[in-house]
């Protein structure tokens, strides 16, 4: 079983692409949840990758289940 993303992950930069500049509190809180959301079902996928996968992503199983095992709240390390 393979899993390949093509959605591209959020970044920092699409927070500010309001005309405006500084996007409002709502803006950030909507941003903040769909990053969340994207951490925790990348984590779930990454969960579910068997060993021959991981090997031709180029991920290691330990950095695999360290990352698969943080909470969706703090940041996606590198996985090479």
Do not use: H, V
Not at 27 to 35: D, G, H, N, P
Not at 47 to 57: F, K, N, T, W
């Amino acid at each position: 079983m393979s899993y390949q993303s093509r959605d591209r992950l959020l970044g920092a930069s699409d927070l500010y692409t309001s005309p405006a500049g500084r996007p409002g509190w709502r803006q950030r809180l909507a941003f903040t949840f769909a990053l969340w959301r994207q951490r925790r079902e990348t984590r779930r996928a990454l969960m579910q990758m068997d060993a021959r996968s991981l090997r031709d992503a180029g991920i290691s199983p330990a950095a695999a289940a360290y990352e698969s095992g943080k909470p969706f709240w703090e940041k996606m390390g590198d996985l090479r």
